[in-house]
C-alpha cells in the first residue's frame, strides 16, 4: 500500500471518528466505502477494531444519556443475528464484497434520508439490532438502523446508546469473525498502527460535540455516504 492510501485512510478515520463523536453516526459510512476501495482486505475487521476506542470513548463521555431499554433489545437481537453476518461474509466472493458494501451504503443513506418520525417500541430496537448485526459483521457498516431508532431522541441520548451498542456488538463481531478465520492478517496490522487517528477524532468531537448542529451534520454524512457508496460500486466494476 502506497504512503499516499495510507495518509488518505488516516484522514479518513479521524475525520470519521469526528463525525461519530459529534452526531453518533458516520464512521462506518464514510470510513468503509474509502478502505474497500484502497485494501478491500481491510473489511470489516479494521472498520471493527477502529470503532472499539471510539464508541468505548463516546459511551464514557455521555454515560448518563445512555437508553439501558433500548440497548438492551438491541444487543438481544444483535447476538442472535451476528452468526448470520458470519455466513454472509463466507459466502460472498472478496471481489464481489464492492458490491455489498457499497448498496448497503447507498441503501442506508437513503433509508436514513426517508424515516418518518416515530416513538421507539421493542420491535423496532429488535429489527435495528438483527440488521445492525447482519451488515456490521459483513461490512462494518451498521449505524443506520440504530440511527433510524434513535434519530427523533435528544442528541446526547442518540450519540451514548448507539455508541454503547456498537460497543457490545463490535467486541461479538470480532470475536465470531476469529472464530471464522477472518480475523488477522496485513489488514490488521495497519488498522492497530491507525489507532491514534481515532483518538483525535474523538478528542476533537469532545470539544465541538455540543457547539455543532447535529441535524445539518448528520445530513451532511447521508450525503458523503451516498456518494462513497457509489464510488465503491464504481470501483469494483
Not at 469526528?18 to 479494521?46: K, R, Y
Not at 456488538?169 to 487517528?197: D, H, M
Request: hydrophobic content about 60%; glycine content about 10%.
Amino acid at each position: 500500500m502506497t504512503i499516499e492510501a495510507i495518509a488518505l485512510l488516516a484522514i479518513s478515520v479521524c475525520v470519521g471518528a469526528f463525525l461519530q463523536g459529534t452526531v453518533g453516526v458516520g464512521f462506518a459510512m464514510l470510513v468503509a466505502p474509502i478502505a474497500a476501495l484502497v485494501e478491500p482486505s481491510l473489511v470489516p475487521v479494521a472498520i471493527l477494531i477502529w470503532m472499539l476506542p471510539l464508541n468505548a470513548l463516546v459511551a464514557w463521555r455521555e454515560r448518563r444519556h445512555i437508553d439501558l431499554r433500548g440497548a438492551g433489545w438491541i444487543t438481544v437481537a444483535r447476538v442472535l443475528a451476528t452468526p448470520l453476518g458470519i455466513w454472509l461474509l463466507l459466502l460472498i466472493p472478496e471481489n464481489h464484497l464492492g458490491y455489498l458494501i457499497g448498496g448497503t451504503t447507498i441503501l442506508a443513506a437513503l433509508v436514513s434520508f426517508a424515516a418518518p418520525s416515530f416513538t421507539p417500541r421493542p420491535a423496532a430496537f429488535l429489527a435495528a439490532g438483527a440488521v445492525t448485526a447482519l451488515s456490521e459483521t459483513a461490512t462494518g457498516v451498521g449505524g443506520p438502523p440504530l440511527a433510524l431508532v434513535y434519530q427523533h431522541r435528544p442528541a446526547a441520548e442518540l450519540r451514548a446508546t448507539v455508541a454503547l451498542c456498537f460497543l457490545i456488538g463490535e467486541v461479538i463481531s470480532l470475536i465470531a469473525l476469529a472464530l471464522g478465520g477472518q480475523f488477522g492478517g496485513s489488514g490488521t496490522n495497519l488498522a492497530l498502527w491507525l489507532l491514534p487517528a481515532v483518538i483525535v477524532g474523538v478528542w476533537t468531537s469532545s470539544v465541538t460535540h455540543k457547539r455543532v448542529g447535529g441535524a445539518a451534520l448528520r445530513y451532511g454524512i447521508l450525503l458523503f455516504a451516498l456518494a462513497s457508496g457509489i464510488a465503491v460500486i464504481i470501483g469494483t466494476l
